[in-house]
């Protein structure tokens, strides 16, 4: 059972484009300390942790690792940029089948409670509760393509151009590298003249609603497909509530909360 719980959580696809981002075990100068555990034991124990939202002491021994172990590593490889390697290489994989629709791009973020730690501030629709706040950039069919985090009180057109200017480049099916969308949808809350002029600078087509002009509902038509995203993302229940002390933490579960979501399509994909 428990082996076929490590299969569910990492099968041989996923392992076969993380193992070669994983940075070397590097054993102590001194000598001595315990036997290293195996690389997809630990990345297992961390994907567990992400699904189930358990805390790290909880870990269950069947991973073959203990939570000392698998946290110690999980924070060597989030330094090291592992998890946000690992959403580019599978879009890479999405990118190269073609199945990456570079029509548009779509910006939304979401709040969620946060117990303690960097990245967070009063949330204003909240009751001033702490909390971060989760910035999601898509393609026009809701593939996560950047991703970030914020305190709950930093305004949502803080991320924009971070959010644009974090498209990887990606693999196509055919020719160069891509990381420019044709347009960029996004809600009132984005909207200003510095936006679209950078945006325009950029051979970028604004679509973004306009306050007191334009309704929700012509964005409403492609809000859905970020809004999924974002659901998509929360399906992971690290994500719903933040326990991290350190925001690079949870921006790491993030990242790898999408990365798993574009193999999920890769999956479906194979089927």
């Avoid at 299969?7 to 076969?16: C, H, I, T, Y």
Wanted: glycine residues 8%; charged residues 25%; positive net charge.
């Amino acid at each position: 059972m428990a082996v076929d719980l490590a299969r569910d959580l990492v099968p041989d696809g996923l392992w076969k484009i993380a193992a070669p981002l994983i940075p070397p075990f590097r054993p102590r100068r001194q000598g001595g300390g315990t036997v290293p555990v195996a690389d997809r034991k630990v990345f297992t124990a961390v994907v567990y942790v992400l699904t189930s939202g358990c805390a790290w002491r909880y870990l269950p021994p069947m991973f073959g690792t203990s939570p000392a172990t698998a946290h110690r590593r999980f924070t060597a490889w989030t330094k090291a940029g592992l998890w946000r390697r690992l959403h580019r290489a599978v879009l890479d994989e999405l990118g190269a089948r073609g199945e990456l629709d570079w029509s548009s791009a779509i910006i939304d973020a979401a709040s969620v409670r946060a117990k303690r730690g960097s990245l967070t501030g009063p949330n204003p629709v909240d009751r001033g509760k702490k909390g971060s706040k989760l910035h999601v950039l898509s393609e026009a069919q809701g593939i996560p393509l950047a991703v970030a985090v914020s305190g709950a009180n930093v305004h949502d057109s803080q991320a924009f151009k971070p959010l644009l200017l974090g498209i990887p480049s990606i693999r196509s099916r055919r020719g160069p590298r891509r990381r420019r969308p044709v347009k960029v949808r996004a809600d009132k809350a984005y909207f200003s003249a510095e936006h679209l002029a950078w945006l325009r600078s950029r051979r970028l087509i604004p679509r973004i609603a306009r306050p007191g002009i334009e309704s929700g509902e012509r964005l409403g038509r492609h809000r859905w497909k970020i809004e999924r995203s974002i659901a998509w993302l929360f399906g992971y229940r690290r994500l719903t509530v933040r326990y991290e002390r350190k925001g690079s933490h949870f921006l790491a579960f993030l990242g790898l909360a999408a990365a798993l979501t574009c193999y999920k399509k890769l999956t479906k994909l194979a089927t």
